[in-house]
Nanobody
Framework: QVQLKESGGGSVQAGGSLRLSCAAS????????MAWFRQAPGKEREGVAA????????YYADSLKGRFTIAQDNTKNTVFLQMNSLKPEDSAMYYC?????????????????????WGQGTQVTVSS
């Protein structure tokens, strides 16, 4: 059973940084992508960043490139999201997700509907 546990959220002033962590357990051999999503009150869940566990290839929401960085540790069981130059509009619940994305299929990697495994989320609040 895949389990994902996020940590590292908190409150920070605009311009500050936070580093989120997602510890995964129970990943199957076919689980090859881990990702971060976020959801603010009254808004849809949106994709932030994703990483292929094997190759380390990364993908980002266009609006967040340059400020957010996704990375994995050497065990490939923990994924991080480094968030810099935070803005109040970055305030949201941040979720970790994981699933299998078969090679050769053009499956949108930052679409929440394509993920079946989710963590409970960690809250990020950025004050102005």
């Amino acid at each position: 059973q895949v389990q994902l546990k996020e940590s590292g959220g908190g409150s920070v002033q605009a311009g500050g940084s936070l580093r989120l962590s997602c510890a995964a357990s129970g990943l199957t051999y076919s689980t090859n992508v881990m990702a971060w999503f976020r959801q603010a009150p009254g808004k849809e869940r949106e994709g932030v960043a994703a990483i292929y566990i094997g190759s380390g290839s990364t993908y980002y929401a266009d609006s967040l490139k340059g400020r957010f960085t996704i990375a994995q540790d050497n065990t490939k069981n923990t994924v991080f999201l480094q968030m810099n130059s935070l803005k109040p509009e970055d305030s949201a619940m941040y979720y970790c997700a994981a699933d299998s994305f078969p090679d050769g299929l053009d499956t949108p990697i930052l679409e929440s509907a394509n993920y079946n495994h989710w963590g409970q989320g960690t809250q990020v609040t950025v004050s102005s």
